[in-house]
């Protein structure tokens, strides 16, 4: 089955602990992202990728690193996690659009607490 | 800067009636992809439909459609026949294409869709 998976689903934990949240995709999908989605606000882009080492910011890197080591995973790093990134994080998928933009799928989202 | 603007945080329709909900965007490029998304209870993410801004014609799914007034900037979603299972929170996004790249998605706020049996 094609899919996008995040691990883990559900974590809380303490400021300033350094935590990775997984994404692995199964589609060959050159493109991948991780987004934050914060109530009132939408979703937001932190970082993406469109190929293996090639990675940039997106609209809210702060805080955050990623990797792209392997075309199917793309973690997120929290070095030292703050209260102020207690959200809903989606990892997202895609084709690099050539000559369009390919639709972006979404993994199931990982919800994060910080105390 | 591309900007997405859903103007109406919550909505409710009752079932089997039509619901429009309401999306504008801001961009001076001429060519884009403009998406909507369903995010149910269960908080995954469900591409709706999809519509490509150089194609004149409505894109249509099922129960789901369109209306496009790209001279407007303009990218509402009817949703006919309205079922309980359509309940969700729903997001507008945009993408730029730059022929044979692309730019990142950027997201409204939302609506909130409650169907009322």
């Known amino acids: 089955e094609a899919q996008v998976t995040q691990n883990p689903r559900y974590l809380i934990t303490v400021t300033g602990k350094k935590l990775t949240v997984t994404c692995s995709q199964n589609?060959?999908?050159?493109?991948m992202s991780w987004y934050r989605q914060d109530p009132g606000l939408g979703l937001r882009q932190i970082y993406y990728?469109?190929?293996?080492?090639?990675?940039d910011k997106g609209d809210v890197p702060e805080g955050y690193k990623v990797s792209r080591k392997e075309k199917r995973n793309f973690p997120l790093i929290l070095e030292s996690p703050s209260p102020n990134q207690t959200s809903l994080y989606f990892c997202?998928?895609?084709?690099?659009?050539?000559?369009?933009?390919?639709?972006?799928?979404f993994g199931p989202g990982t919800r994060l607490t910080v105390l | 800067a591309q900007t997405v603007t859903q103007s109406q945080p919550e909505m409710s329709v009752q079932e089997a009636e039509t619901v429009t909900l309401s999306c504008t965007y801001d961009?001076?490029?001429?060519?884009?992809?403009l998406f909507w998304y369903k995010q149910p209870p269960s908080r995954q993410m469900i591409l709706v439909i999809r519509?490509?801004?150089?194609?004149?014609q409505n894109a249509t799914e099922n129960r789901f459609s369109v209306n496009f007034q790209k001279a407007a900037k303009s990218f509402s979603l009817k949703i006919s026949d309205s079922q309980l299972g359509d309940t969700a929170m729903y997001f507008c996004?945009?993408?730029?294409?730059?022929?044979?790249?692309?730019?990142?998605?950027?997201f409204g706020k939302g609506t909130k869709l409650s169907v009322k049996p």
């Open positions: 997202a998928s895609s084709l690099l659009g050539n000559p369009r933009p390919d639709t972006q799928y």
């Open positions: 589609m060959n999908h050159e493109y």
């Open positions: 990728s469109m190929n293996v080492e090639v990675t």
């Open positions: 961009t001076s490029e001429n060519n884009y992809y």
């Open positions: 519509q490509e801004a150089y194609k004149q």
């Open positions: 996004a945009f993408i730029l294409n730059y022929g044979g790249s692309q730019g990142n998605l950027i």
